[in-house]
C-alpha cells in the first residue's frame, strides 16, 4: 500500500504541504482515496467536517453546506497574563522521567514493529463493561480505551512499580466557555490523561482502568483547557510518550459514510499503522470498533490474545 499515498521526502514540519490527497484507481472499477492533513491546522473532527464538506459539494454540487466553517482561531489565544493553574501531566518534564520509563520509550522505538487489528463487536464491548464489577455506567470508548491500556501493559510485562500513561483526545469545544463556534475549523482537543502504576492497573478487574479513563475524561474543563493554552505559550512543550499508550479515535466522525456520489466506502482506516494506537469505524456497524496499533514483534501475538475478550 506504499504506493497509495505520494511519500514527501521533506522531513521538516514546516515544509510538508497541509494537505495532500492522491487518487487511486482500481481495475475493478473502485477507488482508493488517500488524504494527509497537517495536524497543526486541524484535528480530527475538523477532518471530518472538511471531508464531509468536500462530499456534499461533490455529489450535491447545487446545495449549500450543512455545517459552514469558522476559522476564528483567536477564540482559543493564551490569556494576558499567562495563567498556569491547572497540574498538566500529561506534559511532565522529561528530566522527571523515572529511568525504567526511557528504557521502554527506548524498547518500543528501537525493536521491529508489527502491526495488530482487532474488532470488537457491540456485543463483546457490552462484555467489557459487565467485567467491571460492581457495575460502572460508562461509555463503550471508556471500557475499551482501559482494556487496550491494560492489555498492553500486561503483554509488555512492565514492571508493577512503573508509572504508565493513557493519553486520549478529549473534544473541548462544548467543554469551553462560551462554547467554540459551531463549525469551528482547527484543533479544539486536548490530551486526556489517565496515570497509575502498572500494579493497580492490571492487578486489579477492569473497573479500576476505567474509572481512571472516566476521571481524566471528567477533569477536562473551561479553566483546565486555558491553563493549557497558556502553558503551551510559555514553554512549548510536547506530551509525555516515554511511559505512555496514546489512543485516537476516528470512529464517531462519520467518516465512514462518506459518499462522493459514487456510494459510500466498503473500508476507512489508516493508511500504515503506528505505534499510537488507533480506534477505527467498522463499516456497517456504528457501535464496532477496530483497534490498530504496532507493537513490538515479541510481544504482539501476546498483545492480540490478551485483547480479544
Known amino acids: 500500500m506504499a504506493e497509495a499515498l505520494y511519500r514527501l521526502d521533506s522531513q521538516n514540519f514546516i515544509s510538508i504541504p497541509p494537505l495532500v490527497i492522491q487518487v487511486t484507481h482500481l481495475r475493478c472499477g473502485g477507488m482508493i482515496l488517500c488524504t494527509a492533513l497537517s495536524h497543526s491546522l486541524i484535528d480530527g473532527i475538523g477532518t471530518a467536517q472538511f471531508l464531509q464538506a468536500w462530499a456534499h459539494i461533490t455529489s450535491k454540487p447545487n446545495s449549500s453546506l450543512p455545517i459552514h466553517p469558522f476559522h476564528g482561531r483567536n477564540v482559543l489565544k493564551p490569556r494576558i497574563p499567562l495563567q498556569i493553574t491547572s497540574a498538566h501531566s500529561e506534559f511532565t518534564s522529561p528530566a522527571l522521567q523515572q529511568p525504567a520509563s526511557s528504557l521502554l520509550d527506548q524498547f518500543l522505538r528501537c525493536e521491529e514493529l508489527v502491526p ?27 471500557a475499551l480505551a482501559a482494556h487496550v491500556w491494560r492489555s498492553w501493559a500486561v503483554a509488555l510485562d512492565l514492571p508493577f512499580s512503573l508509572r504508565v500513561k493513557l493519553l486520549f483526545s478529549v473534544n473541548a469545544r462544548s467543554r469551553l466557555k462560551p462554547e467554540l463556534p459551531k463549525g469551528f475549523y482547527g484543533n ?35 479553566e483546565r483547557v486555558r491553563s493549557l493554552i497558556d502553558l503551551i505559550e510559555e514553554k512549548r512543550g510536547s506530551p509525555d510518550l516515554s511511559a505512555s499508550l496514546v489512543i485516537s479515535q476516528w470512529s464517531k466522525l462519520g467518516l465512514e459514510e462518506l459518499d462522493f456520489g459514487e456510494g459510500r466506502p466498503l473500508h476507512m482506516g489508516s493508511l500504515a499503522s503506528e505505534i499510537y494506537c ?32
Open 278 to 309: 488507533l480506534f477505527l469505524p467498522v463499516v456497517g456497524d456504528f457501535n464496532a470498533f477496530t483497534v490498530l496499533m504496532s507493537v513490538p514483534e515479541k510481544v504482539a501475538e501476546k498483545f492480540e490474545q490478551y485483547l480479544k475478550v
Open 188 to 222: 479544539g482537543f486536548v490530551l486526556g490523561c489517565a496515570e497509575s502504576t502498572v500494579e493497580e492497573l492490571v492487578g486489579s478487574n477492569e473497573r479500576r482502568g476505567v474509572e481512571l479513563v472516566m476521571e481524566a475524561k471528567e477533569s477536562v474543563s473551561d
Open 116 to 142: 495488530v487489528s482487532v474488532t470488537f463487536t457491540p456485543s463483546q464491548i457490552l462484555q467489557l463493561k459487565k467485567l467491571c464489577i460492581p457495575s460502572l455506567k460508562c461509555t463503550s470508548f471508556e
